[in-house]
């Protein structure tokens, strides 16, 4: 009798084991498929930014420095979300890639600084064109990143919550780390205004 | 043989499989009682000759009877709850990646496109669509526990050594699993396999402890007959298990033949193309690596695949016909030969087919005879797919890339709710304002200016396009979504047909993040007759203009009801609310397969009996079959749309 208890009460344990396995494998899916989203927009707006400097080349003859700074950045960023989607949610990969889109922010915002001295450029049509699409795309950056910090907050809670931390050890459940921004500043997307 | 006959169908043949499963599982009691009481009769070391008298001690069968069908019942539900993983979870195990709804990959755009027309002829939401870019043979697999978790997953070969037509007879086979319902079918068949086969792992268990012991020299002094009943025992349960597997696994590969062959033949239905089926099957044929997966965990999930995906050593076993059987089923003419096939993807065809088949804003028309279109519940023709191409195509390309994306798709959607009357539009604007999200809005503003070029009836399809994007938003942003929608809906101080309609669709699909529904009342205080009154009132007039015309269409409904129930009475226009509709809708939706096929085409009876279909019918005519369960292909190409929007709506 007290063997057939023992063995229900395994039984039971490895149920819930399971359970919370399979919890904690599609948790982290789902964070890795929200980091995918925002990669794809990422993309796109690296795909943007050497367009836009192009264009900008043509009147910001005197700011090489400033475009120069840009092109930089973007690949530096870009090179660094490569390394961020090989690892999605891993520490030291998306510090790297925080930092990288921030001075890539920071070059862009002093790039459209200058420009406003330009009005020949603001009323460039191409120029507006890319520069809508831009904010376009950075807004949807912004919200697929809401997404994936939803997501990688829930797995995060998920795989310290008492009886899945106990398994979340033997499955390479890494903590994933939020995509934070620090600063209030940079919460807002750049301003990009042609109008 | 229409949708809710096969549903019909389907739940009788599984009604007999529990038969033939109850059989094996008792069997499988009887047996190990046998084992059992056996192993006692040598420990008690009694004469054997005196078994056969004596072989029925009660007690003991009923304690190895539950201890059995515990053991069953276990591993039947480890099973299930091993396999309820999601669908995204079962293709990334196999090493799949979720394809972005905004590819610009001309496969992958390809094989979304298909997807997506699939989806809207057959009234379905997009499902979300996975690739397998490991595996070069050509296989795909349909998964889809709930309605808001249904995915279709494809190999790198099947993405890029089919044409589209082949690609298209693929997917059209997928979907009729979908439709079927096959993936909770065999997890159910294989939860069953499992538990029997537990039986057989603590047979083994026993064997090994055995050994084990017996090289530990610390081995207590046991009789030898005592060793020997238990070695007994282990090797009967042992045996037990494996044979009750062996028939277990017998008949789920028997069902899911005939599963696979019965997708075969809808998949043909819905495209009307048997080549391209046939085309795809030969291709498999030809190619080197064929329909074979190369994911160590394809063993796992091999019943969901197109073909099958891992070797076998007999023919009983396989899960799939074998491939030459399922080709000349599809193509008379086939005599066996199978031409190789390169590893060289097809160039992806640079003109659409449907843009040059589809004059535009000229759909071929669909009869709206009340009996043709239950028939066409749960799968579709060529007609419909045509149709959705069309309607697609009409569709201008802004809206077609708003809708793949998820903070796009958002704001879409929320633009659907919008009135067409500015003073309305404006204060709906201010309560989307006044939710804090400026951006939001001005979103939505932006989506409306390009909404008000489509046409009315596309507004159920672009609700269904834009699902797959909006799965993707976090448990926080989809509830944003839900409060917006509210917001968006109550601020005119009434709910309208579509916005009900809407928040029908997103319910059933989003799932649980979006937020369940209001319970005003519970289903059972309504009584069934009450309730099918109220659908088809609300029905009638949604459609009609006069009284007359409302008689009319009510008693052509009631002409398709059987005559042993009470007819329903056609309850005056006042007593028609949204409201009261919730709770009939919910009540009809608890009833018998069959029953609701009946409900449905009553519902359909009136809504086509003046021979048209206004878009208020049709939408309320989506909002009740999605409610009832069942998909609803699309009732409004071809018929004339008459504008009297909203018409039945309720304080």
Known sequence: ?195 | MDFFEAEHRAKRRTDWLAVLFALAVSGTVLAVYAAVRVGCQAVLKRPFDALPAEFWNFELFWRVAATTLAVILIGSLYKTWTLRASASSIAVGLGGRLVDSNTRDPHERRLLNVVEEMAIASGTPVPAVHVLPGEAGINAFAMGLRPSDSGIAVTDGCLKLLTRDELQGVVAHEFSHLLNGDSRLNMRLMALVHGILVIGLIGSTILRSIGGSRDSGTRRKVSLSGISAVLFVGASLYIIGSVGVFFARLIKAAVSRQRELLADASGVQFTRNPEGLAGALKKIGGLDQGSKLVAPRAEEASHFFFAEGIGRWTQLMSTHPPLLERIRELDPQFRGELPPVGMEPVAVEQKLPYAAMAPAGAARAIPARPREVLASIGKLDDQHIAYAQSLLARLPQRVREAVREPWVARALVLALLLDRRSETRALQLKAVLSLGDAQLADQVARAAAILDTCPLETRLPILDLSLPALRRLSPAQSQGLRAAVDALARADSRLSLFEYTLECVLRRHLGVQFGTAPRAASSADVSFDRALSLVLSMLVHSGATDAGSAARAFSAACVTLSTSRPRPRLLPRQECSLGGLEVAVSRLAATAPRLRGEILAACVAAVASDGKVTIAEGELLRAVSESLGCPMPPLLPGQQLAANEDSASAA
Do not use: C
């Open chain 1, 1 to 195: 009798m007290i063997g057939g208890i023992v063995l229900a009460a395994a039984v039971l344990v490895i149920l819930f084991a399971v359970a919370a396995y399979n919890r904690l494998v599609d948790l982290r899916n789902r964070y890795k498929n929200a980091f995918s989203q925002i990669d794809v927009q990422l993309k796109r707006r690296y795909d943007l930014i050497p367009n836009l400097v192009e264009t900008a080349k043509g009147y910001l003859k005197h700011e090489r420095q400033t475009l120069e700074a840009v092109i930089q950045a973007r690949n530096q960023a870009s090179s660094a979300a490569q390394r961020a989607a090989a690892k999605p949610g891993d520490p030291a990969a998306m510090r790297d890639l925080v930092g990288a889109e921030t001075v890539l922010g920071g070059a862009l915002g002093r790039m459209f600084a200058l420009a406003e001295a330009y009005p020949d450029l603001k009323s460039n049509t191409t120029m507006n064109q890319l520069s809508e699409e831009l904010t376009s795309t950075e807004n949807k950056v912004a919200f697929a990143r809401q997404a994936y910090n939803d997501a990688v907050t829930t797995y995060n809670t998920g795989r310290e919550s008492f009886p899945a931390s106990l398994i979340a050890g033997w499955g390479s459940f890494i903590e994933a780390r939020l995509w934070e921004i620090e600063r209030a500043v940079e919460r807002e997307p750049v301003k990009v205004s042609f109008a």
